[in-house]
Every structure is written in C-alpha cells, then in structure tokens.
C-alpha cells in the first residue's frame, strides 16, 4: 500500500471564486517528496456551481478524491467525515490537515516546514497553524486566545510572526493535526459546535489531554469569509485553468436551474438531521 505522510481535507461552499488558485498553490507549494500526501475535497452541496467545476478538476486530477454531500452539513460535520474517510483509505496517515478554499500557500514546502516545527519543539506538539495574511503586510491569524480573538489581527507583520510560539487555539481554517492526536481524543465536536468553535473546542481537548498547540511562521494568504459566502454576493466570473470548466461555469450561470449534482450517499446524525430541519441549513 502506498505510505501517505499527510492527508489535507478541503470543503467547500459556494467556493467557486477560489479554487483554481487552492489548488495551484496546494500542487506547487507542498514538497511532495519530503511529505507524500493525499487532497481530499468535499463539497457541502454548493449553490455556486462549484459541484460542476469540481467534476472537471475532479477528470484534470486537481486533487486525489472528491466528495459531494447532498445536504449542507457544516464544516464540523465534512471535516470529521472527511478525516474518517482518509483514515480509512490510508490507515498509516501520519498528519491531517484541514485547509480552506480560501487558503493559498505562498512559500514552497510549506507544509514540510509546519511539521518539521512540530517535530523540532520540545513540548508535545499535537496541532500547529500558521501565519494567516490578509495581504502581503496584514495579519489576520497568527494564533488565538479566549473566545475568538486573533493575535497580530489586522496589524503588519512583526517579528511575532517570525518565530514558533506555543499558543492556546489555531483556526480550523488552516490546522496541521497529528493523528495520535484524533485517536486520543476523538474527533471535532459537530454536535455543539457545527460551524464555529469546532477549532478552539478541539484545541481545548488537546490542550487538555497533554498537548501543546504552536503557530508556525509559514505564511499563507486567506481570502477572509470567500470559502462559505452565498453565491448572490460573488459578482465576478472566476478564472479557470480550462476552457472545458470555464465553458461549463458560464453555461451554467445562463440556465435558471442546472442540476449535474454526482452525490455521495451519507448517513447524518439525527441530531443534524434535526438542526437542519429546525434552522433550514442546506436549504
């Protein structure tokens, strides 16, 4: 069986904006040969046309799997199914990683780098982030503490920013996980924390069970809010990397319905089967 070190876990939501550049800046940025990995994307039924430009990344081998929920099941609830499914398709996987659409590496071997972190600390390192930047000089994410609160956000680069530093919480938008990690605490809590608060929650056990978190400086570009914002408020035509996907996209902002929706049959939790029915998410 071939050894996966990493396994990187993308969902997505009316990410169509974003996609082509994740994974131009997941390709060519992870040095494959010092970090063998697998790109699973899971789709949590997009309303963008996302579904019909992945089913052409999908034949183009963007990434190595691609899922496509029914139903809008939030971000804890694909994150977990898609940390099951990789670890059922590679029970040796070493690293999870949970990187939004709207995340674009910016330095080569990036990922090596986050692990060699990991590996070089004194402390127990169970989980690290990085770097999150707005821009070439903002930061939006270098760490977290308390119920939301991001350190060096929305202020320049400092030398903060240079250095590993242990921190109490990084964001699930960007999350490096050591799997001995999910064996002894189990997985993200998607039954109190659907959406937000998976990140700090999971950490907090982490923490908790003898753990340290780290903020690695690797710096990554975070489009902020691109990898869930509905589709009326995404004006502009994305760029793709073909004319087969470009041609589909437009074709199918023309139409006032297009359904090429190739679902993965689950089975949720009743206790979000019965959120949805209650709040109306995926609707």
């Known amino acids: 069986m071939e050894k996966v070190f990493a396994g990187l876990i993308t969902i997505t ?101 986050v692990i060699s972190d990991m590996d070089q600390f004194e402390s127990n390192i169970g989980i690290a982030g990085c770097v999150l930047m707005k821009d070439d000089k903002i930061v939006q994410h270098a760490g977290a503490y308390g119920d939301g609160s991001h350190i060096g956000y929305d202020e320049e680069v400092k030398t903060l920013c240079d250095n590993v530093r242990i921190v109490p919480w990084v964001t699930g938008a960007c999350m490096v996980i050591k799997t001995e990690v999910l064996d002894k605490i189990g997985l993200f809590d998607e039954e109190h924390h659907v959406h937000f608060g998976s990140d700090r929650e999971f950490c907090k056990r982490a923490r908790k069970a003898g753990y340290e978190i780290i903020c690695s400086p690797i710096k990554l570009k975070h489009y902020y809010g691109w990898s869930s914002m509905v589709a009326s408020q995404k004006a502009d035509i994305p760029v793709f990397h073909s004319k087969v996907a470009d041609g589909i996209y437009r074709q199918a902002l023309s139409q006032s319905v297009v359904n090429m929706r190739d679902t993965t049959e689950i089975s949720a939790p009743d206790f979000i089967k019965e959120r949805i029915e209650k709040y109306g998410f995926g609707n």
């Open 13 to 113: 939501f009316n990410s169509t904006h974003v996609l082509r550049e994740h994974f131009d800046g997941v390709q060519n940025y992870i040095d494959v040969d010092k970090i063998p990995y697998k790109h699973l994307i899971i789709d949590n039924r997009s309303e963008d046309y996302a579904v019909e430009y992945l089913q052409c990344c999908e034949g183009e081998e963007d990434a190595d799997y691609f899922l496509y929920n029914d139903i809008n099941y939030m971000f804890t609830y694909a994150l977990n199914q898609g940390i099951k499914f990789l670890r059922e398709k590679h029970p040796d996987i070493t690293y999870i990683v949970s990187v939004n659409p709207d995340i674009v590496p910016l330095e080569r071997g990036w990922l090596s780098s």
